[in-house]
């Protein structure tokens, strides 16, 4: 997965960031394009029906929002509508940024594809859900699907019944799902074993503080970079902390942008920027001292100087012992 141009596909990850409010929603996105980022991703449930009423806050969800109320209470109050969110996908084609949202439950998949969503994001907490899998690659739309928590044995499981059920197009994020990843826990080296391991293209969503892990992984050849942002660190929510705030973001987008540019084709040759600097640079065979006519070249009366526009130091050997056609100046380039 990338974008027509071949550069990376960058997601902002709004998720529920909207605190649950269709006008913070709408921030977001202005946020997400004024950064630069290809596309704002949201979250699109029900919490019936994905939550149990005695499900416990993971940790980082404890520290964040509190531990009085269950993680169903807490979900319950993030939640958009399917009106709310035709409203997003709308305002998101008038602002000219693609609109995606992860489902986390069946009536959600069959609402997305109501408003026809381009490409499904499968976030790693369902890639064990063997019904959600095939609904979702029976759409036959493009899938993106993060790997937080799982081995190779899970996400080959995950990455055959997707591809047993009609998906033609997959990419693999590498992630981490403690908000935020500590950086020894990052292993950006294992979006390279989904590369060699799968055969499909991979990239990272990251949940590290700051933008460093997802410059990385596009040095290291990621094609989709998925990261969250909000408007305001502080604001009330589970994730919220664990997000990059719009400057942040801006800065992120930019970076990856100058990576891209600076990875290049591969091919070794001299730039067209360096060119200019080659003679100046490099070095030209001299006279050390003043040499008259008809004298013999020697270590003794030549040397090696800047610049390079002269007999090249690599024919030093060619030029030992050869007699002088003229008389040359102390510094002045020796012409054989």
């Known amino acids: 997965m990338e974008n027509k141009n071949g550069s990376v596909f960058i997601i902002a990850e ?19 394009k004024e950064a630069g980022a290809d596309a704002v991703k949201f979250q699109t449930f029900q919490t019936e029906q994905v939550i149990t009423k005695s499900a416990q ?23 958009l509508t399917f009106d709310e969110f035709t409203s997003l996908k709308e305002y998101c084609d008038h602002s000219e940024i693609l609109f995606l949202s992860t489902p986390f439950d069946m009536e959600s998949i069959e609402y997305l594809e109501t408003i026809d969503l381009p490409i499904y994001k499968i ?39 997707l591809k047993q059920h009609g998906n033609k197009e997959l990419t693999l994020l590498h992630c981490n799902t403690e ?24 990239g990272y969503s990251d949940h590290t503080l700051g933008i460093e892990a997802s410059v990385a992984a596009v040095a290291l050849g990621a094609t989709v970079i998925e990261k969250h942002f909000t408007l305001d660190k502080n604001m009330e929510g589970p994730d919220h902390k664990a997000s990059l705030n719009p400057e942040e973001l801006k800065l992120m987008v930019q970076s990856i942008r100058n990576i891209e540019r600076a990875l290049g084709e591969g091919e070794k040759k001299p730039s067209k920027s360096e ?6 640079a490099r070095k030209s065979i001299v006279a050390k001292v003043p040499i008259q006519e008809g004298e013999v070249f020697s270590a003794a009366n030549i040397t090696v100087k800047r610049p390079g526009n002269g007999v090249t130091p690599m024919r030093w050997f060619d030029v030992i012992g050869q007699t002088a056609k003229r008389a040359f100046k102390e510094d002045e380039p020796i012409e054989l």
């Open 123 to 161: 976030p790693s907490g369902e890639i064990t859900n063997l019904p959600y899998l095939i609904r979702i690659s029976e759409t036959l739309k493009p899938i993106i699907m993060s790997t937080g928590m799982s081995d190779l044995e899970e996400i080959g499981k995950a990455v055959s019944i």
């Open 57 to 79: 806050k993971a940790v980082y969800q404890q520290i964040t929002t509190g531990e009085q109320e269950s993680q169903y209470e807490m979900v319950k109050k993030l939640e």
């Open 275 to 280: 060119l200019k600097n080659r003679d100046i």
């Open 14 to 32: 709004a998720g529920v960031n909207h605190n649950g409010n269709l006008a913070l929603a709408k921030k977001l996105i202005d946020s997400a």
């Open 179 to 202: 908000y935020p990843t500590p950086f020894e826990d990052v292993n950006l080296n294992a979006m390279l074993t989904l590369r060699n391991t799968f055969q499909t293209d991979v």
